[in-house]
């Protein structure tokens, strides 16, 4: 036991024996989009339209949009998409939309900071761009 002690420190001393590499430095995902994280009120751009959302623990969603309010119910999808379904007019069955919007999931660390999300809307709205950023 002592000769191999013996032998492994003269190879050490002798550089024949190397460190173990480094291993490479994590690399830094984005946060995926969390339930608990969306929860709160928004100011969004819809295209062009400021307005704002509010988005509730349990659900429930509310849109303040230029001269209506909208309600209804949001969600996140597998595919890290904010789901909404929404009406000005909820008694009225055939008034209700749903709109999938697609948030980037690259954002930068200020971005994430600022809680601020861009993305297109893929259903319901195709080819308006969205922008949200979190109220404090």
Same mark, same amino acid.
């Given at each position: 036991? +002592?000769?191999?002690? +013996? ?11 190397? +460190? ?13 989009? *969390? ?5 709160? *009120? ?5 295209? #062009? ?8 623990? &349990? /659900? !429930? ?10 309600? /209804?119910?949001? /969600?996140?999808?597998? !595919? /890290? ?6 009406? &000005?007019?909820? !008694?009225?069955? *055939? ?8 948030? &980037?999931? !690259?954002?930068? #660390? #200020? ?6 999300? *861009? ?6 709205? #195709? ?10």
């Amino acid at each position: 036991m +002592a000769r191999l002690f +013996a032998v492994l420190l003269g190879l050490a001393l002798s550089g024949a024996v190397a +460190a173990a590499p480094m291993p490479f430095p994590k690399a830094s995902k984005p946060r995926p989009l *969390t339930r608990d994280g969306m929860v709160g *009120t928004w100011t969004v751009h819809w295209g #062009a339209i400021p307005t704002t959302f509010v988005l509730s623990p &349990n /659900g !429930d969603y509310v849109c303040h949009w230029p001269g209506v309010k909208y309600i /209804g119910s949001w /969600g996140l999808d597998r !595919d /890290g998409r904010l789901w909404i379904t929404e009406s &000005n007019r909820p !008694d009225t069955a *055939t008034s209700w939309q749903s709109y999938a919007i697609r948030l &980037n999931p !690259d954002l930068t #660390a #200020a971005q994430r900071r600022l809680h601020s999300f *861009t993305g297109p809307v893929e259903v319901g709205a #195709a080819g308006v761009s969205v922008r949200l950023q979190k109220q404090r």
